[in-house]
């Protein structure tokens, strides 16, 4: 069993910048993809990125590569998402997610959830 908690979201306007954090805990944390997905209102759940455990380099969605930096920190058992220059349409609720297995960008194939934060982008 593996144990998810992101903190960091919050308000903050277009071109700022926010760092979410994925808590991880419960098991080897190594051993796990670890991506993040977000929701927007009325819309599906979309793959934002994802930090391999293989070693494999972190994958992007378009819409934030370049943007959007997902790293590890092995002896906090933390993943962060830095976002820099938001956009309103980067408003969404931020969830992790933990896998084993291949990494995907398919958010039916993540075992494993946090709760999700909110951010909000604004004008």
């Known amino acids: 069993q593996v144990q998810l908690e992101e903190s960091g979201g919050g308000l903050v306007q277009a071109g700022g910048s926010l760092r979410l954090s994925c808590a991880v805990s419960g098991r080897t944390f190594n051993t796990f993809h670890i991506a993040w997905f977000r929701q927007a209102p009325g819309e599906s759940r979309e793959f934002v990125a994802i930090f391999s455990e293989s070693g494999r380099s972190p994958d992007y969605a378009d819409s934030v590569k370049g943007r959007f930096t997902i790293s590890r920190d092995i002896a906090e058992n933390t993943v962060h998402l830095q976002m820099s220059s938001l956009k309103r349409e980067d408003t969404a609720v931020y969830y992790c997610?933990?896998?084993?297995?291949?990494?995907?960008?398919?958010?039916?194939?993540?075992?494993?959830w946090g709760q999700g934060t909110q951010v909000t982008v604004s004008q």
């Open positions: 997610a933990a896998r084993q297995g291949l990494p995907s960008r398919t958010a039916s194939y993540f075992d494993y």
